[in-house]
């Protein structure tokens, strides 16, 4: 055993078929694959996913993108409505010398405050748009007038972009990639009527990653295809067998006649989708659920399966893997029976 | 400011405040004072609950535990029913050597799982009950048995112990008390009726702190009161005046009419319990809430008051605050309108 328990664990053959599954399937729909690195914080899967054909990575913050550019990658995007401050531009030019960067604007006072800080550089902007989620992104008929203010104020105007997040509900998948679609063409077209070039239409979440319109799409942003979870399992966008991330946990009580494990929401995280049918799953045991989630503990009905044994370590599928990456010093990978570390090298990089 | 948002701040005055009010109340009780180091993770904030009183630290795991210790703690409980395996009880041996170490077990399995790997060495155990939280511990009648099966097998046992988590409900404190109150007179009665000394019986939480019977339970273990959140501030447990650690965060999109911040469950957490109100709540806005919460953004519903300007930082009350220090690497500790970086320095130990 690597580590004490509890800690994460990828199994690399699945995770690299992962990996090249989707490079494959952009390949032949012939749209970009930008994989967003906030799901693996890892340089050592980033290598990976670029060396499998990734035409950049996806980021969320401007210290993922530090940790990334730092360790050779050259062109990535991040996917946020940054606000712009003096130091942040500074650290966007900064990351412009080594690497193509891009990032997100959603109205006409984040466009201008871009170029105000940032105008006549080579960092470039892409307008987010609001496909349906309704967290950020502007209506899409706004989106021309966004890239006219950046294009003004000297922003090179990279294109438009949205997320789907909408696809995170059962059956939502084709609904949410036609929200998309539609959005993401009046969103172009409304930045073509101001006679701007739009070189990159971005769109793409795992669960509606393959019901992405690809003639409107240029470029898709999926992350937690590589590892899969619970959620993905439970929308049933990713098959069990092809979860390579689970937690090992120990048994370490069977208190009122269930498992409770030492995987607790410090390990897992605490995110409950409101279609989730607990705090997590056990992957050699489906019809298992983590009936409850503390810090340091998961109460586990095993849905009639036997109870494992005190002191037994059980794969635990996290809900919503992202958030159980974050948590990660290290990934320990598992690959032909041996393990290594990896660091989650942009853990906690959140600003 | 110390970094870019989203960082976590403490407001060094009100935090020392709290630790000195609960180390006063405890003295006046004459109940012993073990706070919980989880919730802080920071050795600067063990020392000051140490040389205000506290008679030891309360910790999750075996790497809190060696985090603490290094650092000059001579007195760990580990309040866990800790699986021991041959490395786990090498590890307790080492600490044993430089501090006083307890941990828990809640059946009797553990119980003679510990005699075999430490029995005859100055680790000492506590039995946890079941109070009526039903995630781990023994029914208090068996206790006795517990510690029956420990103390033969060569364990010293310490007594018996609690968490009332069930005190986590509206108006739910004063019953969990109680509760907390019978289980553990039953289980120390258990013990004492096997002929073994109970020289602690340990309970507490935050929100029933104040509740807990003190001719019964001799030591406390709250955690959540150094700092306070947006539950104990639902629960009406402590005010807002009260609360020492918010999450700076930044506006960084109106979309949709609404605020977006930069602090998502990254920073925050995920938690959200059934009585929640939110997401997570704002120290300067009573009536606004965190309506959506995702990985880098959150969704503020105003309750009225004006919309912040964009680029502007609020603080961020999080829901469950051991959660957010778990997130982070650094507490940006202000005082006297300086700030200072005191690390977190057992985030991530959880095995």
Known sequence: ?????PYLQVDLARMRRNVRDAAERAGVAMVA??????????????????SSGAAGLTVATIGEAEVFVRHGCTDVFIAYPLWLDDRAAGR???????????FGVDSVA?????????????VEVLVEVDSGQHRTGCPPDDA??????????????????????????PGGAATAAEDERRALAAARDAVQAHGL????????????????DTRTVTEVRPGVYVFGDAQQWELGTMAPEDISLTAVATVVSHAGGRAVLDAGSKVLGADRAPYATGFG??????????????????VVDLGGAPLPRLGETVRVVPNHVCAAV????????????????WPASARGRNG
Chains 1, 2 share one sequence.
Request: glycine fraction near 8%.
């Open 92 to 102: 966007l030019r900064d990351l412009s010398n080594r690497a193509a960067v891009a």
């Open 144 to 169: 021309g007038q966004v890239a006219a203010v950046a294009a003004r104020a000297g922003m090179r105007v990279r294109g438009v972009f949205t997320f789907p997040g909408h696809a995170y509900s």
């Open 110 to 122: 984040a466009a201008a405050n871009a170029g105000r800080l940032l105008g006549g550089t080579d």
């Open 281 to 298: 799953r056990l992957l050699d045991h489906p019809d298992a659920r983590i009936a409850a989630l503390s810090e340091h503990h998961a």
């Open 1 to 5: 055993m690597p580590a004490p328990t």
């Open 326 to 341: 974050n948590l990660a010093d290290s990934l320990w990978v598992e690959e032909h029976g041996s393990l290594r570390a």
């Open 197 to 212: 070039d739009v070189r990159v239409v971005s769109g793409g979440s795992t669960p509606s990653l393959w019901d992405t």
């Open 33 to 50: 694959l930008r994989p967003h690195a906030k799901t693996h914080k890892s340089v050592e899967i980033a290598r990976l996913q670029l």
